[in-house]
């Protein structure tokens, strides 16, 4: 049960990092705001380019359209961009002075927003980017050696979406709301439910007519951590060739990395039958798939997992990474079938009943403690 709160004159304003991930995450609490509780929120991004990444994925951009405002810093004019934050930094001080909030991923604890921090701590709200917990960032860390930006919050709230970062801050130091795994809310569940034969009718007409869809998802296709050096396009068109071979009367529905090169995934599938390009959510997605594969574990992964599909991995790690995972997935919790350069096992379980789950929706716990926060 959904409880509504009264939003006065409260506006939450939401800063997004440049990667989809943040917005994505963030994305049902937007939503819950407005619908459920008929509360403003804005969502501000640092450039035009934030944007259009965010216009190329037509649900998430339809979603933030109608439930919320969105403004961009940054545009052409390096010196006009100076004035621009030297007045949204006033008219945020304005806002926070009147209960406003302002729920970051960092952007708030770096000058120069971090003097908003420092006099209204208690209207600022870390969050985390990633919506999940799983052990491929343990393997990041370890084969890439990638720090990412360790800011110590300056404002006193964090929003943590999964238990690795609430207990990274857990100190005693911070209010810490858990808002875990937001896509799984069930509002949230109906919301995309409800639209998912509307968008895939509409940017797919093939859809109607063929409602048996496979979802595969897809790197970069470049040389990235975990994958063999040269092999990502092999893995790629062995995975495609045989989804061909064995489900012809399926719909394919390739989901792109944003980092993807569009030009050369068209230039493979160029000739491809019942094989489509789609920049629809992998939310909607999931919701009408036959079953879930792709040739490189990734969070799109876990939300497949989560809607109750079965998840399939092929691909072709480098030596360094089938040490650590011990010949195991980079997402083994989340994966039901893994392939390491074996073709021949994927094609024979392709052959077999190997859709064994049922569609069974996974729910995340419900606590509407941050929204009472935000809204007071």
């Not at 409880?3 to 939450?12: A, S």
């Not at 009408?288 to 799109?300: M, P, Q, R, W």
């Not at 716990?365 to 009472?372: A, E, R």
Request: proline share 3%; charged share 25%; net charge positive.
């Amino acid at each position: 049960m959904i409880v509504k709160y009264n939003k006065n004159l409260i506006m939450i304003f939401f800063f997004p990092k440049s990667k989809l991930e943040s917005i994505d995450s963030i994305l049902p609490l937007i939503y819950d705001l407005k619908k459920n509780h008929s509360t403003d929120s804005t969502v501000i991004f640092q450039n035009q380019k934030d944007l259009e990444l965010i216009k190329k994925n037509i649900f998430i951009y339809d979603t933030l359209k109608n439930f919320s405002n969105i403004r961009v810093i940054k545009k052409k004019n390096i010196i006009l961009n100076k004035f621009r934050v030297i007045l949204l930094i006033f008219y945020l001080f304005f806002k926070t002075l009147f209960r406003s909030k302002i729920i970051h991923f960092t952007q708030f604890d770096q000058w120069p927003f971090k003097i908003i921090s420092l006099v209204f701590p208690q209207n600022i709200y870390r969050c985390n980017s990633n919506s999940y917990h799983d052990e491929r960032r343990n393997f990041i860390n370890k084969i890439l050696i990638l720090n990412e930006a360790n800011h110590k919050p300056v404002g006193k709230n964090i929003i943590a979406l999964n238990d690795e970062f609430k207990n990274k801050f857990n100190d005693g130091g911070n209010i810490i709301f858990d808002y875990k795994m937001p896509r799984l809310r069930k509002f949230w569940h109906d919301y995309v439910r409800d639209n998912s034969s509307i968008y895939l009718e509409k940017y797919h007409p093939k859809y109607y007519k063929n409602k048996k869809i496979i979802f595969f998802a897809i790197t970069s296709l470049h040389d990235q951590g975990f994958i063999r050096d040269g092999a990502s396009i092999k893995i790629f068109n062995q995975i495609l060739n045989l989804l061909v071979k064995k489900f012809k009367d399926h719909l394919i529905f390739i989901k792109p990395h944003p980092t993807t090169s569009l030009q050369n995934l068209h230039e493979l599938t160029k000739d491809k039958k019942n094989v489509e390009i789609t920049f629809l959510h992998p939310s909607l997605l999931s919701y009408k798939a036959s079953f879930f594969i792709c040739d490189l574990f990734s969070t799109v992964t876990t939300d497949a997992y989560y809607l109750g599909l079965t998840t399939i991995e092929y691909s072709i790690y480098d030596k360094q990474t089938l040490k650590l995972t011990n010949n195991k997935s980079v997402g083994k919790n989340f994966v039901d079938y893994f392939f390491h350069e074996d073709l021949q096992s994927l094609e024979k379980l392709f052959e077999s009943n190997f859709i064994k789950k049922k569609k069974q929706y996974t729910y995340s716990d419900f606590n509407d403690l941050l929204i009472k926060n935000l809204l007071n």
